[in-house]
């Protein structure tokens, strides 16, 4: 039924369905302009709510990997990436601030991670990998086999932003830290033009490519940019198209798919990120209030993105809150787009084929919506997805849209992302812009042991 709906050339408007594809006028002053007051959630965590933290928290526990303190990102699958390490870290803040853990154990966990990641094998000596085993810290693919895959500097981009909100928690871990991340080749992640760069290997040739969308991208750089790294070209939101659903303008990745070979899915989790993480400011924004925002232009995109969730509920009665997420069978992940390949509402995988019937009312998304915006729609979601757990292993992925069955897949990204919703409630936004001297910067303006290897030069 959804198919009826693809917009064929850029002038056509659908009123059936409330979609106009407009291209590029006047997008990014039409969102700014729809930006409302938003008043999220903030305060100590309820009875209910530090049990449902301590659900999320069993995942952890259950997924740790004794030999080397790593957890699985997927429940009982051995392997893990840079974004499956953030998320794990997340969780670990999450829960010593809630008092799950001693300090004690969340130095030995802490501990742990940073002795992998400063001894972790890379990618061909430049990078992360993109896939490591849980059970023995080396390199995979996907299905476990070792072996050197190439990176993601998405997920790397991801970790760093994970990393700075560790450092600012926990100050006396800075020095490992960067000695981790000073042993990365940054020329091979950040062209000089400013775009974000992964790897793979075709016929055991390793191959760079651009990497990211419009979202994705403008998050994942500010991680590079606390490294005084700027990627000029993955933080401007240029080239973009416009498309509008029930009068709310939303934009999406302008690159023509047939030729940067781009899947360009709108969808909630980076604008996500970006309100629990830094609310929706640049990096060096030190305001302490969450109801301004130092970048105007991400926080509407944000506004745009769960109001246009909000007002399918008003209109068409559809519970809605869209990520990405892992199901139990073949495609095993997938899309849950608010727009992609012409369409709104659809899923798709990552080779671009359509799967309607595996559309989730995400709980992760649910949870992070309902602490970024206090309203009766989001309490209504909260009402939705929480009993959508199992007591001893943690939360689900999500409820199916057709039929309200619970998809039982159960992920540390959700996880981490319920414990990263109730962490932002109780602390506001996570990342703090730094404030004194760091090992890095001892580096940065050593003339003769500064790291290179594209990090910013203080000497001449």
Not at 38 to 66: F, M, P, S
Not at 107 to 126: A, I, K, Q
Not at 278 to 306: E, K
Request: hydrophobic letters at 35%.
């Amino acid at each position: 039924m959804l198919k009826q709906w693809i917009i064929l050339t850029l002038a056509v408007s659908i009123t059936a369905c409330g979609v106009v594809y407009r291209g590029v006028s006047d997008g990014v002053s039409s969102i700014n302009q729809s930006q409302y007051i938003r008043q999220g959630r903030y305060g100590e965590l309820t009875e209910e709510e530090l049990g449902w933290a301590q659900i999320a928290w069993k995942y952890v526990e259950n997924n740790t990997e004794l030999n080397t303190g790593l957890v699985n990102s997927l429940d009982k699958y051995p392997t893990t990436n840079m974004s499956g390490i953030a998320d794990y870290l997340i969780a670990l803040l999450a829960a010593r601030e809630f008092e799950f853990i001693p300090n004690k154990q969340y130095d030995e966990r802490l501990t742990l991670v940073l002795t992998f990641l400063n001894e972790m094998d890379l990618s061909y000596g430049h990078a992360p990998n993109k896939v490591y085993s849980t059970q023995t810290a080396k390199m995979t693919d996907y299905s476990g086999k070792p072996t050197d895959i190439g990176w993601s500097s998405l997920d790397i981009g991801r970790l760093l932003i994970v990393l700075a909100i560790v450092k600012r928690h926990s100050p006396e871990f800075s020095e490992y830290i960067d000695k981790a991340v000073l042993r990365w080749n940054f020329c091979e992640l950040v062209s000089f033009d400013g775009e974000l760069y992964g790897s793979s290997l075709n016929e055991n040739t390793l191959t760079r490519y651009k990497e990211g969308r419009l979202g994705i991208e403008e998050y994942t750089s500010y991680g590079y940019l606390d490294w005084s790294l700027i990627p000029d070209k993955a933080m401007n939101i240029e080239p973009y198209d416009v498309a509008t659903i029930y009068n709310i303008d939303l934009l999406f990745d302008g690159r023509d798919p047939r030729i940067f070979n781009v899947l360009r899915p709108v969808y909630s989790t980076p604008y996500l990120w970006m309100g629990l993480e830094f609310n929706w400011d640049q990096v060096g924004d030190v305001s302490s209030s969450d109801a301004v925002h130092s970048n105007n232009t991400l926080a509407a995109m944000a506004d745009a993105i769960y109001q246009v969730q909000e007002e399918r509920w008003n209109r068409e009665r559809i519970y809605t809150a869209r990520g990405e997420h892992v199901v139990s069978k073949d495609p095993y992940f997938v899309y849950d787009a608010i727009y992609a390949l012409g369409t709104p509402w659809i899923t798709v995988a990552e080779d671009g084929a359509s799967y309607d019937e595996l559309a989730l009312v995400s709980t992760r998304v649910a949870f992070q919506m309902w602490a970024l915006w206090k309203t009766d729609y989001t309490d209504r979601l909260m009402t939705l997805v929480k009993e959508l757990y199992d007591p001893k292993r943690g939360w689900y992925e999500g409820r199916y849209e057709l039929t309200s069955a619970y998809e039982k897949s159960i992920s540390l990204k959700t996880n981490s992302g319920v414990l990263e919703a109730l962490l932002y409630k109780q602390n506001g936004k996570l990342y703090k812009a730094r404030d004194e001297k760091e090992y890095r910067d001892v580096k940065f303006n050593s003339r003769f042991d500064h790291p290179r290897k594209c990090l910013v030069e203080t000497f001449r």
